[in-house]
């Protein structure tokens, strides 16, 4: 039992999500949020700042995505527990979260209950991963299946869902600071990993994956 209380950090940069999650935790005896950051330089001043024993990270954040913050909380504070609290499913970030160091994924419409739990599990070193979750690791495991956006790079990924989104190539390229000649070579490499043709077959490719939400 822990003398004092689990200090958390969330990360989002929609303020009521913010405030729900403050809401849930508050119900906890143990945890007390000490910090809320709706973007990743923010998050990651008070990472340094600050005495903490959770995050919770959003996966979109306005200037850099909770995946790539993750890795910069892992390289400055390896001993900082990191949860992924997101609308997407779990069958589209929670391998490349947990891969990447992550102490569980969590969706936004899970319980108050199981996200203090996930959370007093992550502060002790332990990680949170859902019974669905897990059967698919086993799955993957044992028959080496790796669904085919697990193989895109976290740069990769970020075209697909723009490209899914509809928006154009030299859009893109505005979006993410790229030349259009580069969003054209990913966009090449996205079609051949997904086994995709077409624009069109990546938006459905999407939208069954859950990549769209």
């Not at 999650?21 to 508050?26: A, D, G, Q, T």
């Not at 979260?97 to 992550?102: E, H, R, S």
């Not at 599990?121 to 028959?143: D, W, Y």
């Not at 697990?150 to 893109?172: C, F, M, N, P, Y």
Request: glycine letters at 6%; hydrophobic letters at 45%.
């Amino acid at each position: 039992m822990r003398a004092d209380k689990i200090r958390v950090l969330i990360v989002d940069d929609h303020i009521i999500a913010r405030n729900g999650v403050r809401l849930m935790l508050s119900t906890a005896d143990d945890i007390e949020v000490v910090g809320e950051a709706e973007t990743a330089e923010a998050a990651m001043q008070l990472v340094q700042s600050e005495r903490l024993d959770v995050a919770l990270l959003d996966i979109a954040l306005p200037d850099k995505s909770g995946l790539e913050l993750l890795k910069a909380i892992r390289s400055a504070r390896p001993r900082l527990a990191v949860l992924m609290l997101s609308m997407y499913a779990e069958q589209v970030y929670a391998v490349r979260a947990l891969k990447m160091g992550a102490a569980g994924y969590l969706t936004k419409n899970t319980p108050a209950a199981t996200i203090a739990d996930a959370v007093r599990k992550a502060a002790a070193g332990g990680h949170h991963v859902s019974t669905a979750l897990t059967e698919k690791l086993a799955s993957m495991i044992s028959r080496g299946n790796v669904a085919s956006h697990e193989t895109l790079s976290q740069r990769e990924l970020e075209v697909l869902k723009l490209l899914a989104a509809g928006e154009s190539l030299v859009r893109i390229a505005d979006m993410l600071h790229l030349s259009p000649s580069t969003v054209t070579t990913y966009r090449s490499r996205i079609l051949a990993k997904t086994g995709t043709r077409s624009n069109v077959e990546l938006t459905r490719y999407a939208l069954e994956t859950g990549l769209l939400v």
